[in-house]
């Protein structure tokens, strides 16, 4: 089974970046996503990329936010420009659709001055 450790979050200022790891004990096929939850809303999907390195982003993250891929080192990352207050969320990485046993410990994102 596939282990998914999130990594790279903190406390950053409006206008500032972040970049989120997902790390993975094993290779990833398929789709992988990061999820924003929010507090108070359900979690949601960000961002996306596939199999074939297409990416797909929310509306409220599109041209902010960079999802790539290393297969070579089964890692996701989550490039996080233009930060916003609104970002604030822990973040999670999955399959697309999630596989329930994937989620892991989520990383933390605050945006605050």
């Known amino acids: 089974q596939v282990r998914l450790v999130e990594s790279g979050g903190g406390l950053v200022q409006p206008g500032g970046s972040l970049r989120l790891s997902c790390a993975a004990s094993?290779?990833?096929?398929?789709?992988m996503g990061w999820y924003q939850k929010a507090p108070g809303k359900q979690r949601e999907l960000v961002a996306l990329?596939?199999?074939?390195?297409?990416?797909t982003y929310a509306d409220s993250v599109k041209g902010r936010f960079t999802i790539s891929k290393d297969n070579a080192k089964n890692t996701v990352y989550l490039q996080m420009n233009s930060l916003k207050p609104e970002d604030t969320a822990v973040y999670y990485c999955?399959?697309?659709?999630?596989?329930?046993?994937?989620w892991g410990q989520g990383t933390q994102v605050t945006v605050s001055s």
């Open positions: 999955n399959r697309v659709p999630v596989v329930t046993d994937y």
């Open positions: 094993g290779s990833i096929f398929g789709a």
């Open positions: 990329v596939d199999s074939d390195s297409r990416t």
